[in-house]
């Protein structure tokens, strides 16, 4: 199905823009059982996305060691300056653990 962006005029006099998306949901023999509409307003998506391509731009600049890692401390993100910072490429730290990091006698008294 096609995608649209509409403007939508509000009984107060504004107006927002908005961005259909279209799903179709079939089933076993591929006939369409349903479509499933999603919208969202244009502006704040852009505005979101310029959002995120400037901090991506400003970590990708970065000389500082940056990592990322998730509740269990696995390395999910290492960025170039980690990689000066430690030694390790991002294909030998992301989905180990954080703690690799940790120096042997902190390891040790950390257990």
């Not at 939508?8 to 079939?26: M, N």
């Not at 349903?34 to 704040?44: G, M």
């Not at 970065?62 to 170039?80: K, P």
């Amino acid at each position: 199905m096609r995608d649209f962006t509409v403007l939508i005029r509000r009984r107060s006099g504004g107006a927002v823009v908005v961005t259909i998306d279209s799903f179709a949901v079939v089933d076993a023999s591929g006939d369409t059982t349903h479509v499933i509409l999603r919208y969202a307003d244009a502006l704040k998506t852009k505005m979101t996305d310029q959002a995120c391509a400037r901090l991506a731009a400003i970590i990708e600049s970065s000389e500082d060691g940056i990592v990322g890692n998730d509740l269990n401390g696995v390395v999910t993100s290492w960025h170039r300056g980690a990689e000066k910072m430690f030694g390790y490429t991002d294909a030998e730290m992301i989905g180990t653990s954080i703690r690799r990091l940790l120096p042997v006698h902190l390891e040790v008294e950390g257990q």
